[in-house]
C-alpha cells in the first residue's frame, strides 16, 4: 500500500506535467484547426530558458521559471506570425512547417548546449516523510503549480473576454470573424498561451529529470497521445486523459517493466480508442 501511494504521487506529478502539455496542444488544434508538432520544442525551451536564466544570470528558480515561461510565450507568438499566418487553412503545410521549427530549435540548442544533459536542478530535494513512505516534495510542487496554471487557463477561457473570442474562433471562424473578431489577433495569442503551458511544464520539470534535446520527442509523443486519447479539442478530455495517462504510467512502472509498462499503455489507449473513437471527450472548446 504504502508503495501504490508513492507511485500516485508520482502519477499525479507526471499527469500534472502531461496536462499542461496537452491542454496547449489541445487549445491550438480547438482555435486554428492546427496539428502543432512545434510544441515539444516549447517544452525543451522552457526548460533551457529556465537553465540559462538561473546560470547566466544568477537568477532564483522562480523569477527564472517565471521568465522563461514569457520568453517561450514570445517564441510561440512569433512563430505563429512568420511561419503558421499565412497557410494557417493549410493543414498539412502547416504541420510540415511546425515539424520543421521543431527540428531546426532543438538543432540549435544542441549546437549551442551541446549533446549531452546539462547539469540544472531542481532547488527543492527535500522530502515529505510519512508512516512507511516518501514523497519528494518537488512532486508535489510540480503538481500544485500546475494545478494553478491549469485553472487560471479555465478563467482565461471561461470569465474573461479573450477567453470568450478564442472560443468562438473555436467553434466556427467564419461567424466569430462576421461579429468583429479578428483571427489575425488571437491565434498568435492562442500559440503564444499554448506555448506558455509547454515552456512552463519543461521549466517544472526537466530539472527534476533531465534536460537535453532529445526530451523535446518524448514530449510531443505524450502531448498528442494524450489529446487523441482526450478528444481532439476538448480541454477536459484532455486534462482527464493526462492523468490517467500519468497515473498508469507510474502505478504500472512500479511493477513492471518500462517497456512492458508503455506497451500496456498503448493498449489501454488503443482499446479505448476502438469503443470511442473521438476520444473520452471529443468535444469543442466551447463545449469543454
Known sequence: MDTLVQATVNGLALGAQYALLALGFSLVFGVLGVINFAHGAFYVLGGYFTYSLMTGLGLPYALALIAAVLGVAAVGYVMELLLIEKIVDNHEGTLIVSLGFYFVVIAALTLFYGPEAVPVRFPVDSVLRLEGFYIPVARLIVIAVSAVAVLGLWFLLYRSKHGIALRALSE?????????????????????????????????VTPIFTLEPPVGEAALMVSFLVVVLGGLGSLVGAASAAVGVGLVEAIAGTYLDGSLTRLLLFVIVL??????????????????
Open 172 to 204: 466556427n471562424r467564419d461567424v466569430a470573424t462576421m461579429q468583429g473578431l479578428r483571427p489575425r489577433v488571437y491565434f498568435p495569442l492562442a500559440v503564444a498561451l499554448s506555448a506558455a503551458l509547454a515552456g512552463l511544464a519543461g521549466g517544472l
Open 271 to 288: 482499446a479505448l480508442l476502438l469503443f470511442r473513437p473521438s476520444g473520452i471527450a471529443g468535444r469543442s472548446l466551447r463545449d469543454a
